[in-house]
């Protein structure tokens, strides 16, 4: 039985709410939206939704220094939430190198990409992520969002179909809506359904994945994705933002990993995840990123990539080819949590990878566990629904090739802890 | 405000996703459906097992779609809203009630409505001319005590309205994927293309031994 969470008689609890039931307002002037939803988040920030957002005054390796929304406090936490999975951001050269732009650019790129704004260190860092690839050339967007948004609608049109796994991230889903194309969501990590949806679909199809999905960690099933997709004319895009530079014998992501580099049409990254950076990427043969260079307008009408942030990219690209031994620490780091957390009797869910979700499976739980965990010196987040299923909460864990085995063992023995007050594992362990 | 009570034994429902353009073609021009994802917007199929009411025991079936609630600063916040687009009832007393006071289009012949409880799960079979036309299973999770507010619109020939439903008794929801859809070839169906609608529910809610309360209709002024 669920514990109901307690509140005045005839008073609605806050949990009984969530996001999804502010997307509308009554009458006709837009900010009727704004009292229903605050008259609630009033009482939802200081139950739980404080721990989202709270400011770091450090940079994000694996100890972080963290004021409290709630109590204004300052406390320094072991980092579980950042993903800066090599662990890059916050090298002596990363900085350096940003450092020295800075100083030779100044601040931004103060133009579009396609205008003024391009400098000689974003065409040095889109040739070094091209080579790096092993492809022809690539393209560098401001964020991953922009990228996805920019070249997914780059490339389809209204009248074409887009198949997405249900779990896509907002910026795929975003860019399928700006490309006015039909867009057919297939269930996650599905096969089959993709074959029941790609069935009878005429005119061009685009099936989009994701190298390793964000919020469970699981691998996308690309050698079957693959071969329906062929079967049916599809081409496909994989976004390997949690996967590029962390999988495969050279690190070039999942479909690498998979042997289906070349099978895959259109291949995307992100910098702000392994390097610990910003921006994103999408990488292919000369004519489709000219191509994406003229029509995709996230790019074209955004000022560009900050240079010095463009020079900290290529250093830390630097770092990941110099050094494959973070990529196995990491991997390393990952085998010590994933028997660690088994020993313990928590469950990850289906993760295979880097991105940990620890599962509460109780929503109405999940900010007091996510507030205790916080309090015994961990940072890391509560993810509720609609972010994730209901029932399926869980605390989102990124595993970094920087975290100390000590480290790591004390997180699992806080969350452990924490778990077993709850009721949530049993007393014994596993 | 007089209010309207129905008990209940049992009232299951199922949530799954269908185009939006299917719930266009369902919808009265002044709602909106409710998104999934883009271009995904929602069915839900709920059978209730009513044990007493002003027209006595009876069963009753309702096809509806979610869409967007009339979300008001100072009133109580709905959980969510549907328009129900074809309700069917077990009594022809039931259903003069039903349309008489609730403008709810209905099948005008009785159905039949039959639950199966074993264990975990419960199935709803549903048949019109003595031929099944829906059969909707799912399975529990965990079980609270609620009272939740929900938004129905309707619409017929003579307006526009609105009943706020509040729904009391015990409570599961989950989203484990664990029920099934069986929707039958019949014109009880013709409004849904079922061919696209995904034979799990992505949602389940099944209440049991509780109150569902009417308040009274409020006209809607629509363009």
Known sequence: MEAAPKKEAGKTAFTDYDYSNFYYGAGDDPLNLLAPFNDWYQEALPNGYYLYSEPLSTAPSTRVTV?????????????????NYLGISYREEVIEAAIEATRKYGLGASGSPILSGTFEIHNELAAEVAAFK?????IVFPTGYSANVGFISSVMRAGDTILLDQYSHASIVDGAILAKSKTVFFRHNN???LERKLTGVKGKKLVVVEGVYSMDGDVCLLPEIVEVAKRHGARILIDEAHSTFLFGPNGRGVAEHFGLDKEVDFHLGTFSKSLGGQGGFVCGTRALIDYVNAFGRSRFFSCNLAPNIAAG???GLHIVEREPQLRARLWSNVAFLRRRFAEEGIDIGKSTSQVMPVMVNNDA????????????????????????????????ISVSAAHSEQELETAVQVIAGVLREEGIIRAEGK | MTLTRYGYRNAISGFFEFPTENARRILPRHLEPA?????????????????????GAYGEVVMSVIVAPLVKAGEKLPKSAFYPYLVATTTKAARDHAIERWHLPHWMEDVGVL??????TITARVAADGTPVAELTITDYSWQKVSHLYQSFMKDDEGAYLANITMEGSQSEHEEETGRLKLHEHPFNKDLAISEIYENPFRELWMRDGVQT??????????
């Open chain 1, 67 to 83: 004021r409290s929304r709630k109590t204004g406090q300052v406390h320094e936490l072991i980092n579980m939430a950042s993903y």
């Open chain 1, 134 to 138: 092993d492809k022809e050339a690539a």
């Open chain 1, 365 to 396: 739980k999940v900010f007091a566990i996510a507030e205790k965990v916080q309090e015994r010196g961990l940072f890391l987040n509560p993810v509720t629904y609609p972010a994730v299923p209901k029932h399926k909460s869980r605390l989102r």
């Open chain 2, 214 to 223: 009417f308040e009274p209709l409020i006209q809607l002024q629509t363009a």
């Open chain 1, 191 to 193: 096969p089959l359904d």
């Open chain 2, 35 to 55: 998104e999934l994802h883009h271009g995904s917007s929602i069915f839900s199929l709920t059978a209730f097992d009513f044990t007493e009411s002003e027209v």
């Open chain 1, 313 to 315: 990219l290529l250093a």
């Open chain 2, 115 to 120: 639950f199966q409880h074993q264990g975990r």
